[in-house]
T-cell receptor, first 113, second 115 residues
Framework: QKEVEQNSGPLSVPEGAIASLNCTYSDRGSQSFFWYRQYSGKSPELIMSIYSNGDKEDGRFTAQLNKASQYVSLLIRDSQPSDSATYLCAVNVRNTNAGKSTFGDGTTLTVKP | GAGVSQSPRYKVAKRGQDVALRCDPISGHVSLFWYQQALGQGPEFLTYFQNEAQLDKSGLPSDRFFAERPEGSVSTLKIQRTQQEDSAVYLC?????????????FGPGTRLTVL
């Protein structure tokens, strides 16, 4: 079992819909949680970080964290074709100085016009 | 300001050759990470530097992999006697951390193909 699990997809939503991306992690000591967007052939780009239980909103993006359930999600409202990418969930499994991230394998999202 | 840069962007090596991959982090960033990303997978941690000190190399897959950051800025990842399974994108990231944020900025990566 991987430390960070994501549905590989592909997830397809129509333009303007809400896209919901999910991630579970295995280490209860995890402290920091991140969502990256990765376009094909490009490097990951951080879009959201969340550190405490609850919701965090930034524009069309909302990250949700539930540490009891070891679950983190990303909602994308009013999805646009430009949101089509692979979304990587990443977890810092310990609050150490290193801060190395463990990544899931990503969910591929396609937004259809 | 300038982001993280990596060179070369693409590298083709014959099996058994040695390769060196370079990373220029964002100026002033103390922390530097190397990741390996195979096709269709998420990045896998290789090693971590804080300034010139290599504090974690637990992700290096074998003793053929070696990384250094002698002056605490530019870092080089060296792979000796390359094998086909080394084919992947090698990502470098530098990090800024405060009380409220922890952000890694990734370079464009070096795509290594071993024939």
């Amino acid at each position: 079992q991987k430390e960070v699990e994501q549905n590989s997809g592909p997830l397809s939503v129509p333009e303007g819909a809400i896209a919901s991306l999910n991630c579970t992690y295995s280490d209860r000591g995890s402290q920091s949680f991140f969502w990256y967007r990765q376009y094909s052939g490009k490097s990951p780009e951080l879009i959201m970080s969340i550190y405490s239980n609850g919701d965090k909103e930034d524009g069309r993006f909302t990250a949700q964290l539930n540490k009891a359930s070891q679950y983190v999600s990303l909602l994308i409202r009013d999805s646009q074709p430009s949101d089509s990418a692979t979304y990587l969930c990443a977890v810092n499994v310990r609050n150490t100085n290193a801060g190395k991230s463990t990544f899931g394998d990503g969910t591929t999202l396609t937004v259809k016009p | 300001g300038a982001g993280v840069s990596q060179s070369p962007r693409y590298k083709v090596a014959k099996r058994g050759q040695d390769v060196a991959l370079r990373c220029d982090p964002i100026s002033g960033h103390v922390s530097l990470f190397w990741y390996q990303q195979a096709l269709g997978q998420g990045p896998e941690f290789l090693t971590y530097f804080q300034n010139e000190a290599q504090l974690d190399k637990s992700g290096l897959p074998s003793d053929r992999f070696f990384a250094e950051r002698p002056e605490g800025s530019v870092s080089t990842l060296k792979i000796q006697r390359t094998q086909q399974e080394d084919s992947a994108v090698y990502l470098c990231a530098s990090r800024v951390r405060s009380q409220s944020t922890d952000t890694q900025y990734f370079g464009p990566g070096t795509r290594l193909t071993v024939l």
